[in-house]
């Protein structure tokens, strides 16, 4: 008998996300670097294949990117590797809090954890004083996990838009790659907080945040109390 795939894991389509994630507009980064922020050390949870950290790796003077596929780690390795870069395969919970971070950020990792609070919490103990928590993850006021219908009609309906921004090959791809099975499975496997329920519970753990409403995601910027 065949062993089911875990849904969850991205390790059976690493390469595909990876390429889908550098078509995306502004490869997932937009919101953070529109943050400006610099520093000494910043840390990615969830970093995926490294678009984010390479990113950082510019304004910041040690990166770490943090995933729990070792796929698309070593994908971040052989093709965002920078001399101020340090990827590593760990799970959230397993993090020394010791060391502390300028930045700490993750992108649309947070629904993925089991006790979301508690991986809260564990980002805002990576934090230094004064630093700053950065968070992105998705959201659905109408449903928890979305239909498979909410992905595959935009990416029909917008594959001319696509064609002009990225050309026929890889307009192509994405649409594939939006109706490709294990990525559906993987959506559909996600269950989302409303906008509500997020603003409240980051709310809770983040007091003061500021948000961002990102569309499908929303976004949270928190500065750390200096004492």
Not at 19 to 39: A, H, Q, Y
Not at 55 to 63: G, H, I, K, R, S
Not at 123 to 136: E, Q, S
Request: overall charge negative; proline content about 6%.
């Amino acid at each position: 008998m065949k062993q089911r795939t875990d849904p969850q894991s991205f390790d059976q389509f690493a390469l595909e996300y990876d390429r889908f994630v550098s078509l995306l507009p502004g490869k997932n980064t937009s919101w953070l670097t529109e943050l400006g922020l610099k520093g000494e050390r910043a840390i990615d949870v969830g970093c995926g294949s490294g678009h984010a950290v390479e990113a950082l790796a510019d304004d910041f003077e040690e990166v770490v990117g943090v995933d729990l596929s070792a796929l698309l780690i070593d994908i971040a390795r052989n093709k965002r590797s920078r001399p101020n870069v340090r990827y590593m395969v760990s799970d959230l919970c397993e993090l020394p809090t010791e060391t502390k971070f300028d930045l700490v950020y993750s992108h649309t990792m947070m629904h993925h954890i089991k006790h979301y609070e508690a991986g809260l919490e564990r980002l805002r103990d990576l934090v230094r004083p004064g630093g700053v928590v950065a968070l992105i993850d998705n959201v659905s006021d109408r449903y928890p996990t979305p239909p498979r219908e909410a992905y595959t009609v935009p990416a029909v309906r917008d594959f001319p838009r696509e064609v002009r921004r990225v050309g026929l090959r890889d307009a192509w791809f994405l649409l594939r790659f939006w109706h490709s099975t294990p990525w559906l499975d993987h959506l559909l496997s996600d269950r989302y907080l409303s906008r509500a329920q997020f603003r409240e519970l980051y709310g809770s753990v983040f007091p003061g945040a500021h948000f961002d409403d990102l569309g499908f995601a929303l976004a949270m910027s928190w500065t750390a109390p200096t004492t």
